[in-house]
């Protein structure tokens, strides 16, 4: 039976009152993508978060008292909790607590279908884990001291603690070895061009994937669905090329996830020309490339070409404002022929509108590929141009 779920964002300085309700309709869509089910969802204004709650503690009351009326026994925290915090907030809502990189954490770790995937999840959750430690033993601090009590939980803590740095040790590696073995792989796929498609999670990526390559790379509606690079040859006109699907980009992906997918991340890294896939559809796709951006430049790869491939034309819609509406225009009041005469046609990368299901301007779009690819083919291989 699905876990019904109540979901808490706040409203600081730096993430206003738009940003926290777009922020907390993502995190539904993570804790759909899990399995729960979000009742509701609850924001509070603050300078800053409180250290030892998140919330304030009128706020939390407010939870507790919500979640044993809707019998609710998961609550979700949009950022992430300290372990202070943690526990100090489970002891008093007495329930299963996750903040958003637990959340995500667990959604990755239903998706690893691989054993590199599954070892790459399996480290950044032990990464996580291991300084929230103590929450797993407050249930020792309710004997006050008793004799013999003290002594043993400390020790199994220091155990434990002691396990798990030696798994992740022990994982690090093995993703080594994957590394490694992942180089070879890249050495021995001769002399073309590699692009990679990146882009928010749930952008079209998987099935823009399908549609250029033929191949049945797995897609579905939910965020992260890919998890595994898919690598597949290409071949526009007579110019054959190597084109990988990357796993979703999102907002505060976890560090220890970037960390842990390291040799997945490397297809990005040593690619030569980046699609970078945005669905236009969605109202906030402004924040969904400045997000990709900055994970671009996290790891090292913001200085790569790009191609920015604006997809599902096909579900864009807007509203258009009644002549005497003379509030300042929203994204959801643009067109789409008026978008692609705006700012997006001032970018300095190429950019082209498709539709991936659809096949929408597909030929424009493999124009466009057979030129970038061919130009940089010239370069890297100058001595190697019968293919064109």
């Known amino acids: 039976m699905a876990e019904k779920a109540i979901l808490i964002g706040v409203i600081t300085p730096e993430q206003n009152k738009n940003q926290a309700e777009e922020y907390l309709e993502e995190l539904a869509f993570l804790a759909k993508t899990a399995g729960a089910i979000p009742i509701k969802k609850i924001t509070q204004k603050l300078a800053v978060p409180n250290n030892k709650t998140f919330i304030g503690k009128g706020k939390i009351e407010e939870v507790k008292q919500l979640a044993k009326q809707e019998e609710v026994e998961l609550i979700i925290f949009d950022d992430d909790l300290s372990p202070v915090q943690l526990r100090n907030i489970e002891k008093i809502l007495e329930c299963k607590i996750l903040d958003r990189s637990n959340l995500i954490l667990d959604i990755f770790a239903s998706r690893a279908r691989t054993a590199n995937a599954k070892t790459q999840v399996e480290l ?109 040859k290409v071949v526009v006109e007579n110019l054959p090329f190597l084109l990988a699907d990357t796993v979703g980009f999102i907002r505060k992906l976890p560090h220890q996830l970037v960390e842990s997918f390291k040799s997945t991340l490397d297809e990005v890294r040593e690619s030569d020309l980046l699609l970078h896939v945005v669905d236009i559809s969605n109202p906030n796709f402004e924040n969904q490339i400045e997000v990709v951006n900055q994970t671009l430049a996290e790891i090292g790869a913001s200085d790569k070409p790009i191609v920015l491939v604006f997809n599902k034309m096909d579900a864009f819609s807007y509203i258009e404002k009644e002549e005497d509406d003379l509030t300042p225009k929203k994204m959801e009041n643009i067109s789409l022929e008026d978008l692609q005469k705006t700012w997006i046609s001032k970018l300095e990368e190429t950019t082209i509108f498709i539709s991936a299901l659809n096949k929408t301007n597909f030929k424009e779009l493999r124009e466009l590929l057979y030129k970038k690819v061919k130009t940089l083919h010239k370069k890297r291989y100058p001595y190697n141009n019968f293919l064109y």
């Open 124 to 232: 950044a959750q032990y990464q996580y884990l291991l300084p929230r430690l103590t929450r797993m033993w407050t249930h020792l601090e309710r004997q006050k001291g008793g004799i013999g009590m003290r002594g043993p939980g400390e020790t199994q803590i220091e155990t434990d603690r002691r396990i798990i740095g030696q798994k992740i040790s022990l994982l690090k590696k093995q993703l080594e070895k994957i590394d490694k073995q992942k180089v070879t792989q890249r050495k021995g796929r001769g002399n073309m061009i590699r692009v990679a498609v990146i882009g928010y999670t749930n952008a079209g990526k998987s099935t823009l994937m399908n549609q250029l390559s033929k191949s049945e790379v797995f897609v579905e509606d939910k965020l992260f669905a890919t998890l595994d690079t898919t690598i597949r």
